[in-house]
């Protein structure tokens, strides 16, 4: 790369801003982080006072996911299934159980806080927008904590990583792995391949985008653990299979899935 050598990552797989960043846009990020620290909340979604980065009022109006679900994959479905959904039917996934807490519509944004908080991370970096994302999802956890060995949150392939500065799976993961006692690893999985965009793929198209994209980082085990794999968004539950199937086949003893919001098929 021009410009210096990359920088290396932390014990947490995280870098500083990266060198292809312009000096307009590194300034501009240093200031929203500096603003996000030192004045109180405004709600990312209504713009109103809130001592968090989504207010109450919103986080209501949002669309949660807590009613009829798949089994398996955590589908919404219109009334109690009597079985799994046809798509878990016909092709199971690797992971035993995907659970998402609100669904994510990303061409309905006025109606979607959370998806608008989501955005305002991943593609505006703010960064700390990560704490308050993390702190729902601990409120809201799916799971029995006591049934987890460990979170694994999905990994960014380095040159994603270098772009963002940061892998907002495991900002997300860190108050569920606080307030449960839940020790994350960062370093499990490996992005070993960088995949086009998955934006306006079906679910076909998505899997094959990512075989062979995840692998068992060199020398760690799995060693029978039961492993809850940490993500922003499910839109098909591709990626969260092409993860599950490397610690499946490594061994582990069982794989779910928790992400903060869920993008439901149209």
């Not at 801003?17 to 996000?36: G, H, I, N, W, Y």
């Not at 299934?81 to 199971?92: N, V, W």
Request: with cysteine; charged share 25%.
């Amino acid at each position: 790369m021009s410009g210096g050598s990359p920088r290396s990552l932390d014990s947490e797989g995280i870098i500083g801003t990266p060198f292809s960043a312009t000096v307009k846009e590194a300034l501009r990020l240093v200031t929203r982080s500096v603003l996000d620290r030192l004045f109180p909340w405004t709600c990312v979604h209504c713009d109103e006072a809130s001592p968090a980065a989504i207010c109450r009022r919103c986080l209501d109006g949002a669309r949660w996911i807590d009613g009829p679900a798949c089994p398996r994959c955590g589908l919404p479905l219109a009334s109690p299934p009597s079985h799994l959904c046809g798509r878990c039917l016909t092709d199971p996934p690797s992971f035993q159980r995907l659970r998402a807490l609100i669904c994510y519509r990303a061409d309905h944004e006025d109606a979607d806080p959370v998806g608008r908080a989501i955005r305002a991370l991943k593609y505006g970096r703010r960064r700390a927008l990560a704490a308050s994302l993390s702190e729902l999802l601990a409120e809201r956890f799916p799971f029995d904590a006591r049934e987890i060995d460990v979170l694994v949150p999905v990994p960014l392939h380095v040159t994603r990583l270098r772009d963002r500065g940061f892998n907002q799976a495991l900002l997300l993961a860190r108050e569920p792995a606080r307030r449960f006692g839940i020790p994350i690893d960062a370093g499990m999985l490996e992005r070993v391949r960088a995949t086009p965009s998955q934006v306006g793929l079906g679910q076909r198209e998505r899997r094959k985008n990512l075989r062979g994209a995840f692998t068992l980082r060199p020398g760690r085990s799995v060693g029978g653990a039961r492993i809850l794999l940490v993500d922003d968004v499910c839109t098909s539950g591709a990626t969260a299979d092409a993860c599950a199937s490397v610690l499946v086949a490594a061994g582990a003893r069982s794989v779910e899935v928790v992400t903060l919001a869920r993008t439901l098929p149209r």
